[in-house]
């Protein structure tokens, strides 16, 4: 069975820092972008960011820009999210996502029908 397991979610204060990891079974995650999306209660999913199959291309959402990193180690079959300088808007079920690479004109990273399989979900909660 194909699957995306994510981890590494827990309590922060405001300025702290927590490193999501996300792993795949049943499949080669090497062959897939990635992303992670994030949804609040009662909002919608939105993509946080982005990462291409190799790892050489990145895209964030402006909310995230200079304060998250998206990375992957395909040995490991892992993308990971390093959230720096977390704010209580941060908090959300973060949720890793991937993508079999397709040419798909005029579609954004962050549309969420790209995406051929999700994660469960991790709880990110920022609070003093």
């Known amino acids: 069975q194909s699957q995306l397991v994510e981890s590494g979610g827990g309590l922060v204060q405001p300025g702290g820092s927590l490193r999501l990891s996300c792993s795949s079974s049943?499949?080669?995650?090497?062959?897939?972008?990635m992303a992670w999306f994030r949804q609040a209660p009662g909002k919608e999913r939105e993509g946080v960011s982005w990462?291409?199959?190799?790892?050489?291309?990145?895209n964030y959402a402006d909310s995230v820009k200079g304060r998250f990193t998206i990375s992957r180690d395909n040995a490991k079959s892992t993308v990971y999210l390093q959230m720096n300088n977390l704010r209580p808007e941060d908090t959300a079920v973060y949720y890793c996502?991937?993508?079999?690479?397709?040419?798909?004109?005029?579609?954004?990273?962050?549309?969420?029908?790209?995406?051929?399989?999700w994660g469960q979900g991790t709880q990110v909660t920022v609070s003093s």
């Open positions: 049943g499949f080669r995650l090497d062959y897939y972008n």
């Open positions: 990462i291409n199959s190799s790892g050489g291309r990145t």
């Open positions: 996502a991937a993508e079999f690479p397709q040419y798909r004109p005029g579609s954004l990273w962050s549309d969420r029908v790209r995406y051929n399989y």
